[in-house]
């Protein structure tokens, strides 16, 4: 067979550190030399069970010539070097079952190597057919054991001749998936705590020159109290702002964890060279000239990603603004001030808009433990960030600007684990064109923009339409507890305002009380009783209090440090529309300009709060399903577009769905398609013009869970037909869920159904009925691949 471009791979290690893997070849044999001469003997016995000093011409010639079919062998190399390598031999010719060995280099073991080799080999295995893998492991060789055992796969072992025989079966478990998503997410968010939080770090292209990007970041690192030693590299200083010089980062004495990179893009390559040479862990690269410049910047830009990978080290760039880590005093950006350190980490992609946002957050006094600015975002993206703020400890809210996402699939995954602990809130820029920005490594999305909103909304993901109301949802769940439910109190010492107030919470979807009004006398007790009082009613879930100041007297200071006081440490959050300011009042209560921003922001706290408490609901098991006889059907389709009905309706029958010609009711449409970003799409509309024309259609990833199904029937806006509108009987929704959740398993299933129409399908009292089904086949699919850990792939 050929060789297989698709099995190559950048990987994150377990430290955090990276690798690429890809399969052997056979002009590696003197690769394969220079490895096995670092092998200790103790790791050359494990693996042939006898001490083996070199390896004759004949055996590297054989380890080097595969035929990546029944003898595959894939290598991991760091800096050009091999520093491990798998194989699996096919026992006999067609057999579906191969025996696999590993071996690792001393100085690399403990860092996941074979973990995550093990992932890929058998992903290249379930590829070629194979369903199980054989591995002899000596009993003393606990570390390779503990490899197979810890995989997930279901295993068997026995003990015969001194010889402990593992046998695993590849096909992915629930328990499988897990171990790799717990591994991926340890090794991604390792590989961002690297870069935030360095021992060392140096700034290449540090210069003299006023106002020049090299000394503004080396400036803004000196002064903002970063504890660690910082080196200017420069050509020929001797001393850059009266802090030593190099000549080279080569020449910087001691270690050097993160690398500043300020020098123009030709010259970037031989730069990422010498700091993979000098054991750098990252690069924050401010540099410009790459992808968003044309196809000449754009293969610059990947080079720059390649040599990085290849040599152990995460990339934040190019042409961005930094990263600064508050909590280390890390200020490695070029925005000469910081927001104070509070609880939010915020990644932007925009370099442009850095500053603005920076400073917008320091006039809202909203703290930041973390700020990524990833410019193209060529390497480290909003996946990477959330997998290390999922877990810190000083982030309890994550801000996102997006102007593109790498990969949605696995951004949707993340943001639906993680929101369940702490709020994601994201503005992403293109809502009309789904464009990307020229120079981000990410393609455009297909989907609609409501559809879009649709998933983010599934995964809990608080998704606003500006970078203002980024800020005022943030000042709120950062510094407030979540509502309860939507139930309002509106307090305040004007009854036009308050009255303003309950109408714009009205029409949120909020249930607001009457406004108590208190008068333009009212002073601070007055506040701090009407505050108490609705703390202590249990029919309450928030207070939004108002205050504009009388024309005589008031002490608007002491009114904010009451209002203040009573809301520290109540469970009910409080808002405030206070003296038209914007941000917070003393450090905790979010103040907003307008009544309206301050209910829109608790709108989309009540929403987001209401997620996080009601059931998901799971992927229940369904009768009928057999989803062996489905993809041995779709093998046969192989190359056949669009399947005669008889093809499609055996294929429905793998899931339990019948095409019928009777049935009557309410004319519905069930829809999956194979997206190229999402993967596994899932809608569901009324079938008529009018929902057509509305595009009044609801949208899930696959698979859903029950309650996912029972919301998708009453998302759309015509529901009301189906439930029961004026008098009518309600359908059988609970029919229409289950053909939700059959088509939805299909969809998730089998990648090669590019599309799939249930139409009509005909919602009755009695049931639901499929009077029609057109299939479309594609392939190979272009699903995001989650068979192995590995980080995004380039373009071209």
């Known amino acids: 067979m050929p060789y297989p471009d698709q099995w190559e791979a950048d990987v994150v290690l377990a430290d ?14 003197g690769l394969l030399r220079e490895f096995y001469a670092r092998l200790s003997p103790e790791s050359i016995y494990y693996r042939f069970f006898s ?3 070199r390896l004759t011409d004949r055996e590297v010639e054989h380890f080097t010539t595969v035929d990546y079919d029944d003898r595959v062998a894939l290598i991991a190399t760091i800096g050009g070097a091999m520093v491990a390598v798998v194989r699996y031999d096919r026992l006999r010719s067609g057999a579906d079952t191969a025996e696999v060995a590993f071996l690792v280099e001393d100085a690399h073991q403990g860092r996941g190597v074979a973990s995550v080799l093990l992932e890929h080999i058998a992903a290249a295995a379930r590829e070629r057919g194979i369903t199980r893998f054989i591995a002899d492991v000596l009993p003393e060789n606990r570390r390779m054991s503990k490899v197979f055992r810890d995989a997930g796969y279901k295993a068997e072992q026995r003990y015969e001749e001194g010889v402990l025989t593992l046998t695993l079966d590849l096909e ?124 000449e910047g754009r293969e610059r830009q990947n080079e720059l990603v390649r040599l990085a990978r290849a040599g152990g080290m995460r990339v934040v760039g190019p042409n961005c603004l930094g990263i600064a880590n508050n909590a280390g005093g890390l ?87 993680i929101s369940l602990r ?36 599934q995964a809990g993901l608080v998704r606003v339409d500006s970078l203002g109301e980024l800020f005022d949802v943030a ?70 209090t108002v205050f504009a100041p009388a024309v005589h007297g008031t002490r608007t200071a002491d009114v904010a440090a009451a209002i203040v006081a009573a809301a520290d440490g109540a469970d009910t959050p409080v808002i405030a529309a206070y003296l038209g300011e914007r941000g917070l009042l003393h450090g905790s209560v979010p103040s907003y300009p307008a009544p309206e921003s301050a209910v829109r922001a608790l709108a989309y706290a009540v929403r987001y709060a209401g997620w996080r408490r009601r059931p998901h609901g799971r992927i229940p098991d369904l009768p009928g399903v057999d989803r062996d006889r489905a993809r041995a059907l779709v093998g046969e389709l192989a190359g056949q577009e669009t399947p005669s009905p008889e093809e499609t309706a055996a294929l429905l029958a ?49 698979p859903l869970t029950d309650v996912e199904a029972a919301e998708m029937v009453r998302a759309v806006r015509t529901a009301p037909l189906l439930l029961g509108h004026r008098g009518a009987e309600p359908v059988d929704t609970g029919a229409l869920e289950d053909l939700l959740l059959r088509a939805s398993r299909l969809a998730d299933d089998l990648p090669e159904v590019a599309r799939l129409d249930l139409e009509p399908v005909l919602a009755g009292p009695a049931g639901a009925v499929v009077r029609g089904a057109r299939l479309r086949l594609a392939g190979p699919h272009l699903r995001p691949a989650e068979d192995a850990r590995r980080l995004r792939n380039l373009g071209p």
């Open 16 to 29: 955090g550190g990276t690798a690429h893997l890809r399969p052997i070849r056979a002009d590696d044999a």
């Open 51 to 53: 001490p083996r000093p």
């Open 172 to 295: 992915p478990t629930e328990t499988s998936r897990e171990v790799m998503a717990a591994r991926e997410h340890r090794a991604e968010s390792r590989s961002i705590g690297r870069l935030l939080s360095p021992r060392s770090v140096a700034v290449i292209g540090a210069s003299r020159e006023e106002h020049s990007v090299g000394q503004s970041v080396l400036r803004n690192l000196l002064a903002g109290g970063f504890a660690g030693p910082v080196y200017p590299v420069h050509p020929s200083a001797t001393a850059v702002s009266s802090v030593r010089a190099y000549k080279t980062i080569g020449d910087v004495p001691g270690e050097v964890d993160l690398a500043v990179v300020a020098v123009p893009a030709e010259a970037v390559g031989d730069v990422v060279a010498q700091c993979a040479a000098k054991d750098v862990h990252g690069l924050v690269v401010l540099s410009s000239g790459f992808g968003e410049t044309g196809p």
């Open 331 to 417: 200020n490695a950006t070029l925005a000469p001030t910081l927001p104070r350190h509070g609880p939010i980490g915020f990644f932007s992609q925009s370099g442009a808009l850095g500053i603005t946002i920076l400073k917008w957050a320091a006039e809202r006094d909203l703290g930041l433990s973390t700020f990524v600015s990833a410019g193209n975002r060529a390497d480290v993206s909003g996946n990477d960030l959330m997998q290390y703020w999922e877990e810190d400890p000083d982030t309890a809210v994550v801000l996102l600007y997006l102007e593109s996402i790498g990969n949605p699939r696995k951004f949707t995954r993340l943001a639906r684990r």
């Open 422 to 457: 702490k709020p994601i809130v994201a503005v992403k820029s293109g809502r009309t064109t789904q464009g990307v920005p020229l120079g981000h490594a990410a393609q455009a999305l297909s989907l609609p923009d409501h559809a879009v909103s649709a998933l983010f909304a």
């Open 475 to 544: 000042q709120l769940l950062a510094y407030q507890p979540l509502p309860r439910g939507d139930r309002v109190a509106i307090v305040g010492n004007s009854d036009s305002i308050g009255l303003l107030v309950q109408d714009a919470a009205t029409v949120a979807g909020l249930r607001p009380r009457r406004p108590v009004d208190l008068g333009p006398e009212a002073g601070p007790g007055d506040f701090t009783a009407a505050l108490e009082e609705a703390f202590a009613d249990e029919g309450i879930d928030a207070v939004v």
């Open 654 to 702: 793998c899931y339990g769905i019948t095409v019928r010609e009777d049935g009557h009711g309410i004319a519905t449409r069930i829809s999956t398609s194979e997206d190229p970003s999402f993967g596994a799409i899932v809608s569901f509309g009324l079938d008529d013009v009018t929902a057509e024309l509305l595009e009044d259609r609801a949208y899930r990833l696959a």
